[in-house]
């Protein structure tokens, strides 16, 4: 069973910027590809972000690219956002997600149902 805890979440000004953290209690994290997504209140989850196992590939939804960076560190467990130039339209709860079997290089998923495991999701509110 994988474990997803998500942190780093806040209350932010428009522009300024926040790091998430999505700490993975499981046996071997690089046999895991994960992403993070995101839902805003009456919204349906979206995709944001995606990294492969090893984290040679990342691939961003156009509403966050350029803005957000993904990233993981397998000996630490963990997978990052970085999002800077923070809009109000990215209030949302962000969830990272933990995709597992079997592993292929340099592959992402930017489906939701394509996830196995999900955090309980931390709160992002950008202010005007």
């Known amino acids: 069973h994988v474990q997803l805890v998500e942190s780093g979440g806040g209350l932010v000004q428009a522009g300024g910027s926040l790091r998430l953290s999505c700490a993975a209690s499981?046996?071997?994290?690089?046999?895991?590809?994960m992403g993070w997504f995101r839902q805003a209140p009456g919204k349906e989850r979206e995709f944001g972000s995606a990294?492969?196992?090893?984290?040679?590939?990342?691939y961003y939804a156009d509403s966050v690219k350029g803005r957000f960076t993904i990233s993981r560190d397998n000996a630490a467990d963990a997978v990052y956002l970085q999002m800077n130039s923070l809009k109000p339209e990215d209030t949302a709860v962000y969830y990272c997600?933990?995709?597992?079997?079997?592993?292929?290089?340099?592959?992402?998923?930017?489906?939701?149902?394509?996830?196995?495991?999900w955090g309980q999701g931390t709160q992002v509110t950008v202010n005007t």
């Open positions: 997600a933990a995709r597992g079997g079997t592993v292929y290089t340099g592959r992402y998923y930017v489906s939701s149902y394509e996830y196995d495991y």
């Open positions: 499981v046996v071997t994290f690089s046999n895991y590809a």
């Open positions: 990294i492969s196992w090893s984290g040679d590939s990342t």
